[in-house]
């Protein structure tokens, strides 16, 4: 901690000439080339987080590529579901392998995942697995030729256990957040509600002291995935009037973000403005300076906080720190319908929805 904050006031001092050495958009260019030169190298999930976002950002179809691996990853994962993973047996199976590979690990949050998860662990299977390649296909405009086989499956569960559960939810916000969002965007059930009251009573902001890192980032994860998923992810801009009071929360509180939250956070929480079309506010120039501070220029990239320079491990943290430092706009985008040049050749076993 003593070593962060040192970092920090550093950052502070340094930041005039930082600026007048780059701009923001240069150093989002230096991350873009080292992850670009290095795109087609990655795992398909990797890969694909990268492609879709930025082309939701630039409508450039140089990432039809990833967003295909990306749309073949989700087929698979569909058609072993419908195949293989679809019965109580099967699901059964399946989620008690997924939550043995918690056994053994000794950081916080895996052991708090798998200290909740194996009270309930089809949660790995609907929420993890299924509801996820289920909502990307979605997002493409498609579906699974055996959808309703697998909305069955959805069926068979109250999501709502899950999703209001204290231990889950320091366990998972922001996967809760997102799998919350999604059962409403495929028109399953709907529990955005309960899970945003469940989250401010898991955490009350005057606890916030009380926190350890890696429960505060945990809160601040599912505050800024309330926030992106109901963008669809970068697709349309979300009201501030709306969530004013994680809007209110994040400007209280930014100094000591600043200090205590990793860079993926920091820029989430800048983003999050840039979506409520707040470019101006003091919030997204403080997350700017940040990450731009964070950038290893001889890398190229931001390490994680123990410095190491993974390119597959870092995507997620850096692909934010591009779309914080050059934000374009949102696009609702790629649809099979509007799209149809970068969603061609569609992997089997999905077809328009």
Do not use: C
Not at 58 to 64: G, N, P, Q, V
Not at 85 to 95: C, F, G, N, R
Not at 184 to 211: C, G
Request: charged share 25%; aromatic share 10%; no cysteine.
């Amino acid at each position: 901690m003593r070593q962060r904050i040192l970092a920090f006031i550093l950052g502070l001092i340094l930041i005039p000439s930082v600026l007048a050495f780059s701009s923001y958009e240069e150093s989002a260019n230096t991350i873009k080339q080292t992850y670009e030169t290095q795109l087609y190298t990655l795992p398909a999930f990797t890969e694909g987080h990268y492609g879709l976002r930025m082309y939701r950002q630039t409508l450039d179809d140089k990432y039809a590529a990833a967003i295909w691996s990306d749309m073949a990853r989700v087929a698979s994962r569909l058609n072993r579901f419908a195949a293989e993973v679809h019965t109580p047996k099967q699901i059964a199976l399946h989620s008690e392998r997924r939550v043995s590979g918690y056994i053994g690990e000794t950081g916080e949050r895996s052991q708090r995942r798998y200290a909740a998860t194996r009270q309930m662990p089809e949660y790995l299977y609907l929420g993890v697995d299924l509801l996820g390649s289920m909502a990307r296909a979605n997002e493409y405009g498609l579906k699974h030729i055996e959808d309703e086989k697998l909305r069955k499956v959805i069926r068979r569960y109250d999501f709502k256990k899950f999703a209001t559960n204290p231990e889950m939810i320091k366990a998972w916000a922001a996967q809760l957040a997102n799998q919350v969002f999604w059962l409403r965007q495929l028109d399953e059930q709907d529990v955005v509600e309960e899970f945003i009251d469940a989250l401010k009573e898991t955490y009350p902001d005057n606890m916030d002291n009380a926190l350890s890192e890696q429960q505060y980032g945990n809160k601040l994860y599912g505050l800024t995935h309330i926030i992106l998923a109901d963008s669809g992810y970068y697709q349309h801009k979300v009201s501030e009037k709306q969530y004013q009071w994680i809007y209110d929360y994040f400007r209280n509180n930014i100094d000591t973000i600043l200090l205590r939250a990793k860079e993926d956070i920091i820029a989430e929480i800048g983003i999050s403005f840039l979506l409520a079309g707040l470019e101006d506010d003091p919030v997204v120039e403080k997350t700017r300076q940040a990450i731009q501070q964070s950038i290893d220029k001889d890398r190229g990239m931001i390490p994680s906080v123990s410095g190491d320079f993974d390119i597959g491990k870092g995507e997620h943290r850096n692909v934010l720190a591009i779309m914080l430092l050059d934000w374009q706009q949102v696009n609702p985008a790629p649809k099979v319908t509007t799209h149809p040049k970068v969603l061609s050749r569609i992997p089997y076993g999905l077809i328009a929805k």
